[in-house]
């Protein structure tokens, strides 16, 4: 029997709403904002919010501004190199793990089920709901992987690289080949080999790195 899954808090609502609000550019890069301001704008109370600003502070989001509010987080090029190379070897060491972990088809349900919402999703040419699969994937994956400090570090930083890939979601091609690297690191972890896995999501991220940072270059988004 599945166990029901429990309410989120406030605290959690206020989080997931701004950070949404950051994804989709409506808290701009560089902007300062104060509590009071957010909760008006959320219809909640200043507790959480200040509660929920402390949680996205440590995922790198937001800099909280003792008296002043809080600051947006701008990330450069730079930034997102360096987050992408930590992110390569992570995932691709979760990857690993996973493969070397000796799943059940059951165990790997919901990582399949992703990449197949991702399917559905480019057919449909609905870049959102393949954006929310695609996220699902990487989630699930770094789980599978049962290391809890890589989940923690990953966790952190995928917050940043989403909000660049808000960014460019309309603007790149249909990520055709993505959806094929998912379906090579989920065969591998399936037979079992832990070398194929890593190598096929290292290969996968690096070249997702090179698509989002020619994509900021060419359209001069030097700065998020």
């Not at 440590?58 to 190199?81: H, N, Y």
Request: proline share 2%.
């Amino acid at each position: 029997m599945l166990e029901a899954q429990k309410p989120k808090t406030i605290t959690t609502q206020a989080m997931e709403q701004i950070r949404q609000l950051i994804f989709d550019g409506e808290l701009a890069a560089g902007s300062d904002h104060l509590e009071s301001e957010l909760a008006d704008r959320l219809g909640m109370s200043r507790t959480p919010v200040r509660e929920a600003t402390l949680m996205l502070a440590q995922q790198g989001l937001l800099e909280v501004r003792p008296r002043k509010g809080v600051r947006i987080a701008t990330l450069s090029l730079k930034d997102m190199e360096e987050i992408y190379a930590v992110l390569t070897e992570l995932e691709s060491l979760a990857a690993e793990e996973a493969a070397k972990a000796g799943y059940a088809d059951k165990d790997l349900g919901a990582l399949k089920q992703a990449i197949e919402a991702m399917e559905e999703a480019l057919v449909r040419e609905d870049r959102e709901a393949w954006a929310v699969a695609d996220n699902a994937f990487h989630d699930e994956l770094v789980r599978l992987g049962g290391n809890s400090r890589v989940q923690s570090i990953v966790s952190m930083m995928s917050n940043q690289v989403r909000r660049a890939r808000a960014m460019t979601l309309y603007i790149r091609p249909l990520p055709v080949k993505s959806n094929a690297d998912h379906r090579a690191v989920f065969d591998a972890i399936c037979k079992g080999d832990a070398a194929l896995a890593r190598e096929s999501h290292r290969s996968h991220r690096q070249d997702a790195r090179e698509v989002l940072i020619e994509l900021l270059k060419k359209h001069k988004l030097f700065h998020l």
